[in-house]
Nanobody
Framework: QVQLVESGGGLVQAGGSLTLSCEAS????????IAWFRRPPGKEREFVAA????????NYADSVKGRFTISRDNAENTVTLQMNNLQPEDTAVYYC??????????????????WGQGTQVMVSS
C-alpha cells in the first residue's frame, strides 16, 4: 500500500520561507514520481511540483517557478519542498502523492495515489 506523510507546514509572513517534507518508503520513492499539490481555501486542488527520484528531474507549476524547489533526500527517504518568498496566495493545504507511473511528473491528480493528510501553510500579508 502506497502511503505518504507530509510535515512542515505553519504560519509565516509574506516574503518568508517554509520547508515541507514528504516521507515515503524507499520502494515508493524509487518507483514513482513524487508530487506536491495544494488546495487553497475554497478552490480546487492544484499542482505545485513533482520530482522523479531516480533522475532528479523536476517539473514546476508556473506560479511557483523561481520560488519553490523540490528535492530528494536519500538519507531520510523524503522529498522536500523548499518554499521561498511566500505570498498570501500560497496559503493552502499542501499534499504529496506518488505517481502511478514512474515516468509521470504532470499535473493531473488522478495520475497519483497515496495521498497524505496534508499540512497547512498560512501566509499573512
Amino acid at each position: 500500500q502506497v502511503q505518504l506523510v507530509e510535515s512542515g507546514g505553519g504560519l509565516v509572513q509574506a516574503g518568508g520561507s517554509l520547508t515541507l517534507s514528504c516521507e515515503a518508503s524507499r520502494r515508493t520513492l524509487s518507483s514513482s514520481g513524487i508530487a506536491w499539490f495544494r488546495r487553497p481555501p475554497g478552490k480546487e486542488r492544484e499542482f505545485v511540483a513533482a520530482i522523479r527520484w531516480s533522475s532528479g528531474s523536476a517539473n514546476y507549476a508556473d506560479s511557483v517557478k523561481g520560488r519553490f524547489t523540490i528535492s530528494r533526500d536519500n538519507a531520510e527517504n523524503t522529498v522536500t519542498l523548499q518554499m521561498n518568498n511566500l505570498q498570501p496566495e500560497d496559503t493552502a493545504v499542501y499534499y504529496c502523492a506518488a505517481s502511478r507511473s514512474s515516468w509521470y511528473l504532470g499535473s493531473r491528480p488522478h495520475e497519483y495515489n497515496g495521498w497524505g493528510q496534508g499540512t497547512q501553510v498560512m501566509v499573512s500579508s
